[in-house]
């Protein structure tokens, strides 16, 4: 059961005005009998119930799960189901349904889940029946009041006779969201706490949800959640538009409860493997695989910022500072089945998420971390906003923004974009010219906007290189047919121990023609 109180009244409140109705309905006009209505439930009550919990220590301690569910195997927990014909909130005509998380697994702090209705929020109880256990069999049978992992919506979002996955809370503050046609692949979570820094990371975690009744062909679903962790308590509201291109508007409160070093606004966390930047010498016959194979910032200026990621060999950070960010997000560029080969997993379909601040969010940076790994199956790349000054016990942040969940980018800004990365050594193919230690050739190409326009005159066209160190020993620029724009050659030259940052676009005239593309380079990590 959920320990927010619908009402304030005790059984004892009741009954004394009860009596003092009584004794009064003689005398009292009718209409002066109802009893005054109690406020509907909304966002401010789950801002006071963070500031409540801010105000107190935090309490690790969560129910134990059965033994049988905290050892299931990924396997044996995909096989627990939930049975759609039992999904929550189809009365009164709603176009969307609720499906319920079983708890077990990696997922073993069950949460509460309310459905508001009419103002009233009332906790949906946990059943058995509400689950297909498929082979699982357990030798006694599980609490009743065992609680849910997680929910998801679900919305006729690719065909109308059919009530597709829409979105999804479940394990810690993580989300994720789909539009028209797309399959899921990066998360988004309700905040990061000292991600890629000197401290161990925290993991907040989602402890109630409210999911408010859609009306009959209502457009948009309405949910609050509260967030508990060590170093903070936080209040959510989202409110969900599916659509071709998905959005979800976001408000958070974040009461802070102790200092915290680093405080990551509207993270996102995906996986890069390898790319076309960045060839690795495995055995796999997929030639890409990636959620995500770049980060997209458009500064408080106005400026397109392209990063292709990277799997390194160490753990790496990278920053953009900034005042009043417009937008940043991590995207799936490249849409080319081809280029991924993978007939299950759909590669080329998964979503692209943009984060658009509200209000304005100040000074600060966007910080991407990018951690090695040997396996797809882990989320190696985060990106978030960081602001800027010190965030100390007692104060209260609160952040507005919009996540779009995008198939392309290519509509977001009318210059070109940086649509391939290709590291190479700085020679032709078989040349015996000899190639200075530390140097590196990088292959950009350029494609979109007026590009095209360009490729009568080529000669109109010329990129603008810079560097933060080392030098840059050489430029060209080419003409792309194949992409409908241009190549870019930069050959780069650093001493060892030296990182360098570069960056490239294409101009003609005074005119910018494209964003700018931006990549590190170390000789050792090469």
């Not at 789950?46 to 033994?67: G, I, K, M, S, T």
């Not at 007692?394 to 952040?399: S, T």
């Not at 930069?490 to 990182?499: E, F, R, W």
Request: hydrophobic residues 35%.
């Amino acid at each position: 059961m959920s320990d927010f109180p619908i009402s304030p009244l005790t059984r004892r409140d009741a009954l004394k005005l009860g009596a003092a109705g009584a004794v009064a309905a003689a005398s009292v006009p009718a209409f002066a009998q109802q009893p005054t209505p109690q406020p509907a439930f909304g966002y401010e009550d789950v801002v006071r119930r963070a500031r409540d919990l801010a105000r107190q220590p935090y309490d690790p301690a969560a129910r134990e799960l059965p033994e049988e569910l905290r050892n299931l195997s990924f396997d044996r927990y995909r096989d627990i189901r939930f049975r759609p014909d039992r999904s929550l909130l189809a009365a009164g005509g709603s176009p969307f349904r609720m499906q319920m998380f079983h708890p077990g697994f990696l997922y073993r702090r069950p949460v509460v889940v309310n459905v508001v209705r009419d103002g009233i929020a009332t906790p949906a109880p946990y059943s058995g029946a509400l689950f297909d256990y498929g082979a699982n069999k357990f030798e006694r049978p599980l609490p009743v009041d065992l609680g849910f992992a997680g929910f998801r919506l679900h919305y006729p979002l690719n065909d109308p006779r059919v009530f597709d996955e829409l979105i999804s809370f479940v394990g810690a503050s993580y989300f994720r969201v789909l539009g028209r046609n797309q399959v899921y692949g990066l998360s988004a979570r309700g905040v990061a706490i000292d991600c890629g820094g000197p401290n161990p990371e925290e993991f907040p975690d989602f402890r109630e949800f409210w999911v408010e009744m859609p009306g009959p062909g209502s457009d948009r679903a309405t949910i609050y959640a509260l967030l508990d962790g060590p170093s903070l308590a936080g209040a959510y509201r989202f409110v969900v538009y599916p659509d071709v291109e998905t959005v979800v508007d976001v408000t958070a409160t974040l009461c802070i409860r102790k200092p915290i070093a680093k405080l990551g606004v509207a993270p996102l966390t995906s996986m890069f493997f390898y790319g076309e930047n960045q060839r690795r010498h495995y055995t796999d016959f997929r030639p890409e695989l990636h959620d995500s194979d770049g980060l997209l910032v458009q500064t408080g200026g106005g400026e397109w910022v392209w990063r292709p990621l990277r799997n390194p060999k160490t753990l790496q950070s990278s920053s953009f500072w900034d005042t009043n960010p417009r937008g940043f997000g991590l995207m799936q560029r490249d849409r080319l089945f081809e280029h991924y080969q993978d007939l299950d997993l759909s590669y080329q379909l998964r979503p692209s998420y943009w984060i658009e601040p509200r209000e304005g969010w100040g000074q600060g940076r966007v910080e991407l971390i990018e951690i090695p790994t040997d396996d797809e199956t882990n989320d190696n790349i985060v990106a978030f906003w960081v602001p800027a000054g010190p965030v100390e016990a007692g104060q209260e942040r609160v952040f507005g923004y919009r996540l779009k969940s995008l198939s392309s980018d290519g509509r977001m800004h009318p210059g070109g974009r940086a649509l391939n990365t290709f590291p190479t050594r700085a020679a032709a193919l078989g040349s015996a010219e000899p190639v200075p230690a530390g140097t590196q050739r990088f292959i950009i190409d350029f494609a979109g906007g007026d590009l095209p326009y360009y490729l009568g005159d080529p000669t109109r066209v010329e990129v603008v290189p810079s560097s933060s160190s080392g030098r840059i020993s050489r430029t060209f620029v080419t003409p792309n047919p194949k992409v409908g724009g241009f190549r870019v050659g930069v050959d780069v030259q650093a001493d060892t121990g030296q990182t360098m940052e570069l960056r490239a676009f294409l101009k003609a005239g005074e005119r910018a023609l494209t964003e700018t593309w931006t990549f590190p380079y170390a000789p050792e990590n090469g």
